[in-house]
Structure formats: structure tokens, C-alpha cells
């Protein structure tokens, strides 16, 4: 099976041996379970949270900008079926460490790969949109198994994200810290490899760029753009998604970054369309975004170019 070449070694996880004993038994305990028990207390948990009213005003805030001729009832309806997903995205993930490559690569489902087989054919890698949709930890493990990809990640804490990180290295996935990241990013896709990126949180700082995203500008990372238009690398878009019981392969594409010259329009043009295509996506499927998250809680500085 691929294996993606090296990336950078860096602190990715910073947990206590506490805190890593405690997540090795938690883990042990939920893979040991009944999945159905598990499933059902995932959604317990996920009801629960949302009655106490956690992060609740901001996703349904959220979801009234993103769709206003939706009724509140409907709207509703959608955030207790993000909170639900965003549990099964845990359990997915807690369930999955320690599976072997093969067990990885059979818990998403793929109809058909031919697309990014054709492009890798290309020879210059492949830049890959994704989002907090769907099962995300599992899209990344699973794809691993296809093709040496590689993702961009934060440093994390906890016990439980070390014993994540370590599972997913041990796949084959390679990790990528978001400093240097446009250097790693260029280097593995020089190796024709695969690279993930998800752009759909709020990226501060000078060079983020403004694009419409759900009708409003949302602050988003330049860096999969940058990292086009330097190798002439396609994108795609990419999920794991819920499906009749079920995950998924979606993939979307190709998208290809042109080359005017102008680069500030160029990298702006580029990321307004993958971004248009991941919110034609999650539209579809919209209780499967991460709509706790506050997407729009940065506004364009006067004078900043909007897609």
C-alpha cells in the first residue's frame, strides 16, 4: 500500500502521561463496546450538549445567515444533526485506532478512484479541499490507503489526540505542521503526492484571504492556492461522507488555479472557487458540517480585496 514520503518532524501533540494512560483505556473501552451502545451514547451525548445549550446560539445563528428561507424548525432540526455528526465523527475515529491498513481502507467506501488516478497521472500531486464534513478523521485515514497523502494539521493536546496522530502516522498518513506548511506542502506534491487541507475555519493574519462563503466573506488560508499556483498541482474537493448507513467518497473536480501573472487575483480567484464548491457540498448535506464553529467571526479590514 503507498506510504507518503517524510514530512517535517515536529511537536504535534503535547499530552502528559496522564492524560495518555487515561485515553489508551477509554480507547480500549469504546473499541471493546458494542457499536451499537456506542453509537447510541455518542448521540446521547450529542442531544445532551445541544439541550445545555453548548455552542448552540452560534450554530443556529450560523445556520439562520446561511439559510434564511429555511423555517426555524428546519433550521433546528439541521443543528442537532451537526451535533450528532460531530459525535459519530469521535466515535469513528476512536473506533478506528488500531485497525490495520486494510480495515482502514474498507470503512469508506469508494465507487470510483479513476478520477485522482487520473490526475496523479499528471505527475505533479494533488491538492485536495476538504472540510469538518462528514467523517473527516476517517476520510484522511482511509484515503491514505489509496495514495501517499499527506494533511495539514494544528498542534493539538491531549491524550486522545496523541493516541489519534500516533494511529493515523502508524496508516501512513503524513502530517504536515501549519509552520513551513506551504514548503511541505510544495515538497510532497513535487514527490507527486496527495495533500489535504481544510479550509473551512477562520484564518486570521494579513495574508488570508476574503471569500464569499454562504453568502458572507469568511476569512480564509491562502495556502493551498499558493501551493497551485507554484506547482501547477489540480484540486479537488473531497469528503467522506453519511450515506444510507454508510461512508463515502465523495470527490469533486478538478480545479485548476490559472496563471495570469496577477497574482493577488489569481490566488483569490482560485480559492473562491474551491470554496464555492465545498459550500455547494455541505448545502447538500448540511447536517454534516461543523456549524458550532464561529466561520464568520472575521471581518475584512478596510481596503481588503473580497472574492
Not at 470527490?251 to 497574482?263: L, M, S
Amino acid at each position: 500500500m503507498p506510504t507518503a514520503g517524510p514530512a517535517r518532524e515536529t511537536a504535534l501533540v503535547k499530552a502528559s502521561s496522564l492524560s495518555r494512560a487515561v485515553a489508551s483505556v477509554f480507547v480500549g473501552v469504546v473499541r471493546a463496546a458494542p457499536a451499537r451502545w456506542v453509537d447510541a451514547l455518542a448521540r446521547g451525548v450529542a442531544a445532551l450538549a445541544y439541550a445545555l445549550g453548548i455552542r448552540r446560539r452560534v450554530t443556529l445563528e450560523n445556520l439562520a445567515a446561511a439559510f434564511p428561507e429555511r423555517t426555524e424548525g428546519e433550521r433546528r432540526a439541521i443543528a442537532r444533526g451537526a451535533y450528532a455528526n460531530m459525535a459519530r465523527t469521535v466515535v469513528d475515529s476512536l473506533r478506528s485506532i488500531g485497525d490495520s491498513r486494510q480495515e482502514l481502507r474498507l470503512r469508506v467506501e469508494v465507487d470510483d478512484f479513476t478520477l485522482v488516478e487520473r490526475l496523479l497521472a499528471r505527475g505533479r500531486g494533488l491538492l485536495c479541499v476538504t472540510a469538518h464534513l462528514g467523517s473527516w478523521e476517517l476520510f484522511g485515514a482511509s484515503m491514505a490507503q489509496w495514495v501517499p497523502l499527506h494533511a495539514v494539521v494544528r498542534p493539538l493536546r491531549g491524550g486522545f489526540n496523541a493516541q489519534l496522530v500516533e494511529a493515523r502516522q502508524r496508516s501512513g498518513l503524513g502530517l504536515i505542521p501549519p509552520r513551513g506548511a506551504l514548503l511541505g506542502t510544495v515538497a510532497a506534491l513535487r514527490r507527486n503526492e496527495v495533500v489535504a487541507m481544510l479550509i473551512d475555519q477562520a484564518i486570521g493574519g494579513k495574508h488570508s484571504l476574503f471569500v464569499p462563503f454562504f453568502g458572507r466573506p469568511a476569512a480564509t488560508t491562502p495556502a493551498l492556492s499558493m501551493a497551485a499556483l507554484r506547482t501547477g498541482a489540480p484540486t479537488v474537493v473531497a469528503a467522506a461522507l453519511r450515506e444510507d448507513g454508510r461512508l463515502r467518497l465523495h470527490v469533486e473536480g478538478p480545479f485548476e488555479a490559472e496563471d495570469t501573472g496577477n497574482r493577488e487575483r489569481d490566488l483569490l480567484a482560485h480559492t473562491e472557487k474551491v470554496t464555492a464548491a465545498l459550500e455547494r457540498l455541505i448545502r447538500a448535506h448540511p447536517e454534516q458540517w461543523l456549524w458550532l464553529h464561529r466561520r464568520w467571526k472575521l471581518v475584512p479590514p478596510p481596503g481588503k480585496t473580497l472574492g
